[in-house]
């Protein structure tokens, strides 16, 4: 018997099977985890940061309102927002800041700075050093 009268001979008994079969072309995708809800968000009107100066040693503690300046050495850090979870407010902080360098009119740094994670974001500055410590 040739080859194709094999493969033709099992089309034939497989046929009525084929044809009623329901096959699911769809690829096989696991459903994705449910995402739980985070904490509810309260936003702040000031943000408490922390700078450090580690030529000196010096530190200060800033207080920026949303959408104002401070200053530290020759570096000028905005405030854009500030956040923290509304039912413990004392548990944690998100700020999210611009800071330049005032010398250069260089942006170094500009995103969200997490007060339990200071390293998880961080200005990389040789001098310098600044975290977030609260939101009020």
Not at 42 to 64: C, H, P
Not at 66 to 82: F, K, P
Not at 110 to 132: E, K, Q, T, V
């Amino acid at each position: 018997m040739t080859r194709a009268a094999i493969v033709a001979g099992a089309v034939l008994v497989l046929w009525p099977v084929l044809a009623t079969a329901q096959i699911n072309l769809a690829p096989l995708v696991p459903n994705p985890p449910a995402r739980e809800a985070g904490p509810e968000m309260a936003s702040g009107q000031v943000a408490v940061m922390r700078a450090l100066d580690k030529v000196s040693g010096a530190r200060e503690d800033l207080e920026i309102p949303v959408g104002g300046t401070a200053h530290y050495g020759r570096l000028s850090v905005h405030l854009v927002a500030c956040r923290f979870p509304a039912e413990n407010p004392s548990s944690d902080a998100f700020a999210f800041v611009e800071i330049r360098d005032a010398r250069r009119d260089e942006q170094l740094f500009r995103g969200w700075m997490i007060a339990s994670s200071p390293a998880l974001n961080a200005l990389d500055h040789p001098r310098y050093d600044i975290w977030a410590l609260r939101c009020r």
